[in-house]
């Protein structure tokens, strides 16, 4: 069975810092591009950042200075690195996963998230003081 599943979202104060993980199991996520995204409560989904299989990354202008995506394939394994975290950070993040380029991923994906092959089910972030 091929799945994803996210973990290291939890609850953090303004200012710090967190690092997400995406991990697949049941195919190679190095065929796939990657990407993140989250859904803010009362929201719809937006796309973060993306990277392709072979490390190529698009940010999303928004959250450009402060995320960071990466992966290692040799482990299977995704990442968001969010740094300086704001309230308006505090969403549900998911990985997903596709054999798409990146920049329509990570835009289109939000929107259609059907046309992306893989979906993991979510971490939830807090941002509170």
């Known amino acids: 069975q091929s799945q994803l599943v996210e973990s290291g979202g939890g609850l953090v104060q303004p200012g710090e810092s967190l690092r997400l993980s995406c991990a697949a199991s049941g195919f190679s996520l190095g065929g796939y591009a990657v990407g993140w995204f989250r859904q803010r409560p009362g929201q719809g989904r937006e796309g973060i950042a993306c990277?392709?299989?072979?490390?190529?990354?698009y940010n999303v202008d928004a959250t450009e200075d402060r995320f960071t995506i990466s992966r290692d394939n040799a482990k299977n394994m995704a990442y968001l690195q969010m740094n300086n975290l704001r309230p308006e950070d505090t969403a549900v993040y998911y990985c997903?996963?596709?054999?798409?380029?990146?920049?329509?991923?990570?835009?289109?994906?939000?929107?259609?998230?059907?046309?992306?092959?893989?979906w993991g089910q979510g971490t939830l972030v807090t941002v509170s003081s």
């Open positions: 997903a996963a596709a054999d798409t380029t990146i920049r329509p991923m990570c835009h289109i994906g939000a929107r259609e998230p059907e046309l992306l092959e893989h």
């Open positions: 990277i392709t299989k072979n490390g190529g990354v």
